[in-house]
């Protein structure tokens, strides 16, 4: 057996016995998602639609950000570069959610702020994909904003690492 061959071999074992274990843990990964999304339905929110106003209300893109806790592609959204004085609020039910002058560039790819306004989104533990994390949604519809971390700027030391769809942004 040459190098290339049992290199080759090797590959194709470790495939085959990866593959499976990648397809089990799927369940896992689909369950603490439904799970999450559970918790959402359970709570209460002053703006309720149904599943099928919400499509109607939304993009397809906002609908999976905002009511099945998607996430969009670092640095695809405009509101990552906007810097206007203004405010950013909740593209599902329209709460103004964060000031513009809370805005920080985190080099992560989404719109960062290290507060929201006051009354504006609630949070919960998300453990989906086998981390703890902090799930940030809006107080008044439940909408998936995004995750709330402990290494933003002073003088919160928090980042609101937030979806671009799941926000509109209104010039001041």
């Given at each position: ?20 274990l990648?397809?089990?843990r799927?369940p ?9 999304a559970?918790?959402?339905e ?16 939304l993009?397809t ?5 905002l ?12 509101l990552n570069?906007e ?6 609020a ?21 719109p ?19 981390m ?10 439940g ?5 709330l ?5 002073p003088?919160t ?13 209104a010039?001041?």
């Amino acid at each position: 057996m040459d190098r290339r061959q049992f290199f080759t071999g090797s590959a194709a074992v470790l495939a085959a016995g990866a593959l499976p274990l990648l397809w089990a843990r799927r369940p896992a990964l689909s369950a603490a998602s439904a799970a999450g999304a559970q918790v959402a339905e359970a709570e209460r929110f002053e703006v309720d639609y149904s599943d099928a106003e919400w499509r109607a209300r939304l993009t397809t893109a906002q609908y999976d950000v905002l009511r099945q806790e998607g996430t969009e592609r670092p640095y695809s959204s405009p509101l990552n570069d906007e810097h206007r004085a203004g405010t950013f609020a909740c593209a599902g039910c329209g709460l103004p959610l964060f000031a513009s002058n809370a805005k920080f560039d985190s080099h992560t790819g989404w719109p960062s702020f290290w507060q929201p306004l006051p009354q504006a989104v609630g949070t919960r533990a998300d453990t989906s994909y086998g981390m703890a994390r902090t799930e940030v949604h809006c107080r008044r519809c439940g909408g998936h904003l995004g995750h709330l971390f402990n290494d933003g700027p002073p003088p919160t030391g928090l980042r609101y690492c937030m979806n671009g769809l799941a926000m509109t942004f209104a010039v001041a």
